[in-house]
């Protein structure tokens, strides 16, 4: 269930899901723009790092950048 009420809040809520989805790192600023506004981001990014999310822009972070979270994360463990 909160799973489902974070969803309802994100900053990206209508918008078109292919800007989230870009071709590149590059292309994936507009994507992050939206995301550093949201008051939800932290829930996102969490919910990608914890299913793993392979693409996309979730949270304010490409694929490359939740790698190095985890990366991070695993060595602070």
């Known amino acids: 269930m909160g799973d489902i009420i974070w969803r309802d809040l994100g900053a990206c809520r209508g918008l078109d899901p292919d800007v989230f989805f870009p071709e590149t790192e590059e292309e994936a600023d507009t994507a992050k723009a939206i995301c550093d506004s949201c008051d939800v981001r932290i829930a996102c990014l969490e919910h ?30």
């Open 48 to 77: 990608a790092l914890a299913s793993r999310e392979k693409v996309g822009v979730w949270g304010g972070t490409t694929e490359r950048e939740r790698r190095r979270i985890v990366r991070q994360r695993r060595r602070t463990a």
